[in-house]
């Protein structure tokens, strides 16, 4: 009897080879002192975190705990030649790898990948450990103490472990740059190949090639066009895709606007934080993702606001195919203050000046070597079109300065350095949060966007983990709920688009834990409001976006 894997699909889906080994699934398990031999007494399900009821762990450790996984390794065939590596796409916070033993590299945050030594049987142990408190690796919204807009905390590995057989030379990651009438592709680590492309053929030479479709078509969330390609470099042979698309600012009647393949675009959005009830950081399965995806198609949404938190790159290929573009997040670390980094600014006080208050340098470099890990990570999807570096004040030291990085880092996106308040010269967008008045467009040399509004909240009975209740306005049947959601995009969302409106991020797609303001309850059983609920909403949109 074969086995079920949770999470078997291929986990990077823009370069895809046949050498693929899923290590999901049941490892022995073991919760130790640092310098403490592991028993391996209990088992754990990856990938889903410690702390989840699908990893078979709810426990939360003490911060000096090592989590051991450990599983013998069968393949096939021993590797004849080239090299075995060890993937991860995501741990909490890092891991050591050992195989038979002896110690052979680590795992990071983000996705990471060791070199392992070529064998056909072998034990695999990882060794991951979280030191939440120190608060200088990106950590999101997580807290010992949960509770309110705090989430229940995770440890250990939370996205799939694979491995995967590579030649000695081996494409290690592809970049896609837009040159006029298609992509120029960038593939690290080889020098010489071919890219077939829709019955093509482009020569690969210095390791780039440039890829011009006849009769190009633009990639946009209502028409999702994808350009499969195989690259054949040596021995290696991959799979990918791009898309064709454009993103740049101009001044349209007057009022600076974003724009998308050469037109103003109005990204009608959600706020969406990727929590599960289950799961916590990882759902039960990746087809969950594309629920939540064309759930809010159905309801007129075009974007959603990854807020906080990075996922594993299957969601970023259901929003390239589906058609939902992307504001994307980076993850915070540093100290949260609620006083100067929510109420005084909630009140009023936008303009108090941000202090570095991230002066140690740790702090700094870890925050700035995350975005550069996520930008290197996720540059090459078309469904994002936005960078957030950071929100509301929360760990923010030198936004100038990190633009610059990031800017560098990426030509081609929206960058928003400053989300919500204590504004930086060096933004490409005014970016405002609104829930506790109404909305009015601020004069701004720089299209505007409403990165965060709404708030409304309404419990669902049968569909809610806690009894506490944290929202902005509270409602109390789905008839209220739909109706302030109606009046908050007729008198306040919709006749600001003319004007110079560029985007609207309403809070939020899901309820997660005590927050319960979102379109579908945590479980994504129900849904509070009706299609028809935003019909307006929706014409109005495609009319701006024709």
Known sequence: MKTEIPWDVYPRPQLRRESYVNLNGVWEFAAAKPGQSPDYSQTVTVPYPVGSQLSGVTETFPEDTVLWYRREVRLDAAPAHGRLLLHCGGVDQQAEVYVDGE??????????????????????????????SEGIVPYGKQRYDRGGMWYTPYSGFWQTVWLELVPENYVKALRFTAIPGGVRIEAEGVRDGEIVCEGRTYPLSG??????????????????????????AG????????????????TVDGVPRLCLNGKPYFFHGLLDQGWWPDGLSTPKEPADYERDILAMKRLGFNTLRKHIKVEPEIFYYDCDRLGMAVFQDMVNNGRYR??????????????????????????????????????RTLAAHPCIVYWT???????????????????????SRFIDTTSGWFRDSKTDVESRHVYFRKFRLPRAKKPVVLSEFGGCSLREPGHCLYEKNYGYRKMENREAFAAALAQLYR?????????????AIYTQLSDVEEETNGLLTYDRAVCKIRPETLDAVTEAVRAANR
């Open 338 to 375: 609620f006083f100067h980094d929510t109420a005084l600014p909630t009140v009023g006080f936008q303009r108090l000046r941000c202090p570095a208050r991230e002066k140690n340098r740790a702090f700094r470099w870890s925050f700035l070597n995350h975005m550069e890990h996520t930008v």
């Open 235 to 250: 021995e290696d042979v991959v799979a990918s895709y791009f898309a064709l698309r454009t993103l740049e600012i101009r």
């Open 103 to 132: 110690r052979v590299g680590a795992l990071s945050t983000l996705e990471d990948t060791v070199e392992l030594p070529p064998s056909a049987c072998f034990v695999l142990d990882l060794a991951a450990t979280d030191r939440l």
């Open 389 to 411: 570096i950071f929100n509301e004040g929360w760990g923010q030291f030198d936004g100038s300065a990190a633009y610059d990085r990031l800017r560098a880092l990426d030509q």
């Open 491 to 503: 008198d306040e969302i919709l006749p600001a688009i003319p004007k110079g409106l560029c985007a």
């Open 207 to 232: 390791g780039t090639a440039e890829v011009c479709p006849p009769e190009p078509e633009f990639w946009s969330p209502e028409h999702p066009r994808l350009y499969a390609f195989t690259l054949t």
